[in-house]
């Protein structure tokens, strides 16, 4: 009995003729890069507590289940500007996020004079606490984080650090285990799943913060997971037609790699997608941008990565055959 009657309907031999297509695929890949660069010069990036500092507390309100509504009028009674309230795991979890205040706000909601602005964090925080006693029967915090504005500019420095070694780390990964010019095709593939997923969160203006920088080293990984097998094939390739002219082997290892891609990002869509709808508040954005790094890094492995490869002048033989025809 066959139990995924949905693979069959996946053709086991394809001849697309992916090479006769990549002007257009470099010309819409361009086209996504500049609008995705536009926009984040337009609508900027919203930067969540992680990065722009703030206040983060995990409360329960259990064995009753939280009433968002309560909490948000309560806190709003404070005037503390950009106040985030939303249920996370089960119906009585709920994250509250305060934006950072300045020292002015900080003296007016607690009547006090405050130091600095990392103490004007602390107090935010009490304060908040403290409506929070008052207004719920129930609370339990499960965590509270106060983020100030030094170790947020940390943030962004290592996370934009970490995005930069990936990349850097797979340059010399695919240098090594293939030439120059295959490094230099996934890297661009790279660079295009990165700058195209910060440039959908500009847009989408969805949240950006450290588990969004967690998700685009997933797509980095995931991508070229997708280009190495494809460099893979194309190589054994050149090694079986090596009379056949170089866009033509390409075809064939594309087409052979075909039915492998559509059924790994299938069924990765398939969990992450379910990730997206089930996981709630706290996993959505994780996962929206997972969906989209998957699509994308789909689409750089096929029409970017393998395609450049025209252009970089890609050897045909490898280190190997050259060593062994070497006198």
Do not use: C
């Not at 900080?106 to 409506?131: H, I, L, M, S, Y």
């Not at 090596?242 to 790699?257: G, M, Q």
């Not at 929206?288 to 395609?307: C, D, K, N, Q």
């Amino acid at each position: 009995m066959n139990f995924f009657p949905l693979v069959r309907l996946l053709p086991e031999e394809t001849q697309f003729r992916f090479i006769r297509m990549r002007v257009a695929a470099f010309a819409l890949a361009l086209v996504m890069v500049l609008g995705s660069v536009g926009a984040f010069f337009t609508f900027g990036l919203n930067l969540g507590i992680d990065f722009r500092g703030g206040t983060s507390i995990a409360l329960t309100t259990a064995p009753e289940p939280s009433d968002l509504g309560q909490i948000r009028a309560a806190l709003a009674g404070l005037n503390l500007g950009d106040v985030q309230v939303q249920e996370f795991g089960s119906a009585s979890d709920v994250l509250v996020r305060v934006a950072m205040v300045d020292v002015e706000t900080a003296e007016r909601v607690a009547g006090a004079p405050v130091e600095d602005f990392e103490a004007a964090q602390q107090a935010v925080r009490r304060v908040v606490q403290a409506t929070l006693n008052e207004s719920l029967t129930s609370v339990q915090y499960l965590s509270v984080e106060v983020v100030g504005p030094q170790v947020s500019g940390e943030l962004v420095v290592a996370g934009a650090t970490a995005v930069i070694v990936a990349l850097l780390l797979m340059l010399l990964y695919i240098w090594f285990r293939f030439e120059w010019q295959y490094s230099v095709g996934a890297v661009v593939a790279l660079i295009h799943d990165v700058v195209l997923t910060i440039g959908f969160f500009a847009v989408t203006q969805l949240e950006f913060n450290l588990p969004t920088i967690a998700a685009i080293l997933t797509i980095v990984g995931y991508s070229m997971n997708d280009t190495v097998v494809v460099y893979d094939r194309i190589r054994e390739m050149f090694r079986k037609f090596k009379s056949k002219p170089t866009p033509e082997v390409l075809d064939l290892a594309i087409n052979a790699t075909l039915s492998r891609t559509i059924l790994t990002s299938g069924t990765t869509l398939v969990a992450i997608i379910s990730m997206a709808v089930i996981g709630g508040p706290a996993l959505e954005v994780f996962a929206l941008a997972l969906i989209w790094g998957v699509a994308i890094g789909t689409y750089s492995s096929i029409f970017v990565a393998a395609p450049l490869l025209t252009l970089t002048g890609v050897k045909r033989e490898s280190r190997e055959e050259d060593a062994a025809l070497a006198p």
